[in-house]
């Protein structure tokens, strides 16, 4: 495909990060008000914040906190580090963990697995200590590893103390953290986001709903956690699909376990109406070949570094315009995942994105008579131009 034969394909596209406040107000109702403290809600393909109300304000997260504790897991089983079936002792300390419970019983051996199922499903604050010291060897160590994985993230307003969630001055998250955290569990390792999506657990003889009355009320809706002390309000991370789009919502300080559901469904019911998602091109996907100077080969494939995905208000792929330029004069050697051009997508002649097109193969120098002649070439071509 040639630059132009893209260009004239990419207008029908729009940007990763194209906010819905490009778009004129008139075209689509205003957001619901949430009885929340603060709430997101997020397209978990392009990472588009959708509505927003005090997003990045630092709020306490209760067992919201808990979903780092399951990544954080999930992550040394797929690293290798731990296994599935391994066995974990009990100790003291994690079957005195008050609050909710897996009523695990102290020096007792659970797979890695139950404990797994114990935190997402049941909100056990003694399995997510038993897991931390499984993974860590003490609660404090484990926070280390959880606030090094936030920074990965670039969870900017989020610092944990322990894995539970218990109520601490400098454990703090946001409604914004807690949705690109969400998007990470979703796209990361689909096998282990299917547990968020079970009703219930069984464990020591005891069976212990899942407290996300959405799974009950909206079969889309398959995950994530809840949360709740008295500091923080009922709180709560929902994601759900509808034809093919997965939205993610997050509602912080509701003052029931009716109303963060409700508030919730609030959220989503909004997104799904007036939103609109759709990915035309994934990263690594050859978009054009710019030709190169004094290289071993004349050309190098451009495309995209991440997915061209799109989160739009429906209808109106049509308003928008783009463009792609090379970079002038591209001389080898060229390594691959260099910048070698940009996409820019407009609105009205208003640029809502730009994105770099990188090399996706390396093209090595020529031998000493093609760079020699193409330098000659390079000497007329800047005369004449």
């Known amino acids: 495909m040639n630059i132009t034969t893209f260009a004239k394909r990419l207008c ?9 406040a490009a778009f004129a107000v008139e075209m689509m109702p205003s957001p619901p008000q949430l009885a929340a403290k603060a709430y997101v809600l997020m397209d978990a393909s392009s990472g588009n914040v959708l509505v927003e109300n005090n997003g990045d304000q630092r709020l306490p997260p209760a067992s919201l906190t808990k979903l780092m504790t399951a990544y954080i ?31 695990i019983k102290v020096g007792s051996q659970v797979t890695v697995s139950d404990l797994l199922h114990g935190i997402i499903i049941q909100s056990g604050n003694d399995a997510s200590v038993a897991v931390a010291e499984h993974i860590a060897g ?29 109520p601490n001055p400098e454990h703090y998250s946001s409604a914004h953290d807690m949705a690109v955290l969400a998007r990470a569990i979703i796209h990361e390792d689909p096998a282990h986001y299917a547990i968020y999506s079970q009703k219930e657990f069984f464990w020591n003889g005891i069976k212990q709903p899942n407290r996300n009355l959405l799974l009950w009320r909206d079969k889309t809706v398959d995950g994530l956690k809840t949360g709740h002390t008295d500091e923080a309000g009922y709180c709560m991370v929902s994601s759900a699909v ?16 009716v109303a963060r559901a409700a508030e919730t469904q609030k959220l989503l019911t909004y997104g ?50 783009a463009s792609m330029t090379m970079n002038p004069q591209l001389v080898a050697p060229i390594a ?25 193969d390396a093209v090595e120098e020529g031998g000493i008579f093609r760079r020699m002649w193409d330098s000659i070439r390079l000497f007329f071509y800047g005369l004449f131009n």
């Open 272 to 321: 799904f109406r007036f939103f609109e998602t759709q990915t035309f091109y994934q990263k690594g996907t050859e978009l054009a070949q710019a030709p190169v100077w004094k290289g071993a080969t004349n050309q190098v494939k451009a495309g995209l570094a991440e997915d061209l995905t799109m989160t739009l208000p429906k209808g109106q792929l049509k308003k928008l315009a």
């Open 138 to 166: 003490s609660e404090d160590a484990f926070a280390d590893l959880m606030n090094k994985t936030v920074a990965d993230l670039g969870m900017t307003n989020t610092h944990f103390m322990n894995p539970t969630g218990l």
């Open 242 to 257: 509808r034809d093919g789009m997965r939205l993610i919502a997050v509602v912080f300080g509701t003052n029931s376990e």
């Open 336 to 360: 691959k995942g260099d910048v070698i051009g940009k996409v820019e997508v407009k609105l009205d002649d208003k640029v809502v994105h730009s994105a770099n097109l990188i090399a996706l």
């Open 73 to 103: 897991a999930t992550l040394e089983i797929r690293r290798g580090q731990i296994g599935e079936n391994d066995p974990v002792t009990i100790s003291e300390n994690a079957w005195r963990t008050g609050g909710s419970r897996m009523f």
């Open 12 to 20: 029908l596209l729009v940007p990763l990060l194209l906010s819905p």
